[in-house]
């Protein structure tokens, strides 16, 4: 059996190049000072071989392409998510493949950036490896690649080239253009239906980019929510959860009906924009991430504008629920709430409120990615005043009796870890949400 024949390129070079025989040697040193000029002139995140590229140059791409292989039937890619110093983990990776031939087998691998992202902290390589990859035909519409063939440090994606050009990503992207565009859908429906709303800038972040949230249902109700995702950028998956959330929330269904006639929602699909758009994860950043930052003085403005919404709610004892989305670990194979830390010693009404909330979310949080049961808790945080810092924590601590305020926590590495299983918990969340309300509402007639 013959061993396929592949042209083979290493490096950072987006430029394409013919090979050919040079019969003279003056031939050869002008292709080998061609060549060099053009390794220079190129970017350093994309490479060449043949025909096909890749390029992470977009808006949330993440990758630096190691080594393409090729031959007319099939392809090898490595590549690494981008280092971004200071920006928090190297786990996020999202690129376009371009020059591909439709049929063509690529073996896609992914190997995890080893580079330290902070001081000397290196990232384990689980994080960037998920057992599926996300593949899309226009950036849009996104599915599972197969289960990924791994190693200590890679993930190889075995796919079969649909088009000549496709995305290839860690999970299903929701960027800013995301968010824009749901804001104005959702806003569209309720004006539609003379439904008060109101869309809104949270607050412009470090980088001028817009924090984008909207208000709807009751102003002068007498309850209100907050509901917020992305405050790590790489978890993905939580701006999903968020997208279903809001859709049933604003939907014509009799109990999203009912919440609007008596609760204000308050909503935001991503808090750290910056680092979404930038292609970086976001945990962990210098000198702190948007989950750390829940301080006096909070470094980030969409922090502190949040902080300054949420304090007015609870001074006008109208805050119920407080829900911050995110994405746990590899391991984690089933959705879980971070409850209270002093859960044991909250008072018998209150957690009376946080038992039921679970309870309900188990009825309603359900098929594959189904609810755990029992609330979990952050005591991985090192210290007392940094756990003081979790949005959670800093909401919990002031909110009192009068309100839940919860981390929900989404798998990402399951089959059901899509687009569709993400939005099918937000559901799962908002019909919660008004159940718990309701009964909370009858209680205290």
């Avoid at 009799?254 to 994860?281: C, K, W, Y």
């Avoid at 629920?321 to 008072?347: K, R, S």
Wanted: charged share 20%; proline share 6%; hydrophobic share 40%.
């Amino acid at each position: 059996m013959n061993t396929p024949a592949f042209s083979r390129y290493t490096g950072q070079s987006s430029c394409s190049r013919r090979s050919g025989r040079a019969g003279q040697n003056n031939w050869s040193v002008l292709l080998i000072a061609g060549t060099l000029i053009m390794l220079f002139a190129c970017s350093a995140s994309d490479l060449v071989a043949a025909e096909i590229t890749v390029t992470s140059k977009f808006l949330g791409g993440s990758g630096d392409v190691l080594e393409i292989e090729q031959n007319d039937d099939a392809a090898r890619v490595v590549i690494t998510p981008s280092s971004q110093i200071d920006r928090g983990w190297p786990c996020w990776w999202y690129v376009r493949i371009d020059g591909a031939k439709a049929g063509q087998k690529i073996a896609f691998t992914v190997q995890s950036n080893n580079l330290p992202f902070r001081g000397t902290q290196k990232l384990a390589a689980n994080w960037s490896t998920p057992q599926r990859a996300a593949i899309s035909l226009d950036g849009v519409s996104w599915a599972h690649t197969d289960t990924a063939t791994t190693t200590p440090q890679t993930a190889t994606y075995n796919i079969i080239a649909p088009q000549a050009s496709f995305w290839v990503a860690w999970g299903p992207p929701f960027l800013s253009a995301h968010a824009e565009s749901l804001l104005s859908e959702i806003a569209a429906t309720l004006t539609a239906e003379n439904e008060p709303n109101k869309r809104f800038e949270l607050a412009r972040s470090r980088e001028n980019r817009p924090v984008h949230a909207i208000r709807f249902g009751n102003p002068q109700a007498a309850n209100s929510i907050w509901v917020q995702a992305r405050q790590h950028a790489w978890e993905t998956g939580s701006s999903w959860v968020a997208d279903g959330f809001v859709q049933w929330a604003a939907s014509d269904d009799p109990l999203a009906v009912q919440l609007r006639s008596t609760t204000e929602v308050f909503f935001v699909p991503i808090m750290d924009v910056d680092n979404v758009d930038r292609g970086a994860g976001g945990k962990d950043s210098a000198p702190r991430d948007h989950n750390r930052d829940w301080a006096d003085r909070p470094i980030y403005p969409e922090v502190l504008a949040a902080q300054n919404q949420i304090k007015k709610q609870i001074d006008d004892g109208r805050l119920r629920v407080y829900i911050d989305l995110h994405n746990p670990a590899p391991g984690d194979h089933e959705p879980f709430y971070f409850g209270p830390l002093d859960y044991a010693q909250l008072t018998p009404g209150l957690r009376q409120k946080y038992d039921r909330f679970l309870e309900l979310s188990t009825q309603f949080i359900r098929g594959p990615l189904a609810i755990h049961p029992r609330y979990r808790f952050a005591t991985y945080v090192p210290t007392a005043e940094e756990q003081k810092r979790v949005s959670r924590n800093w909401v919990g601590d002031r909110i009192g009796d009068q309100g839940v305020s919860l981390t929900l926590e989404t798998a990402w590495n399951t089959p059901a870890s899509t687009v569709d299983g993400y939005r099918e918990v937000g559901r799962g969340l908002a019909t919660t949400i008004t159940k718990y309300l309701i009964e909370m509402n009858q209680a205290d007639r």
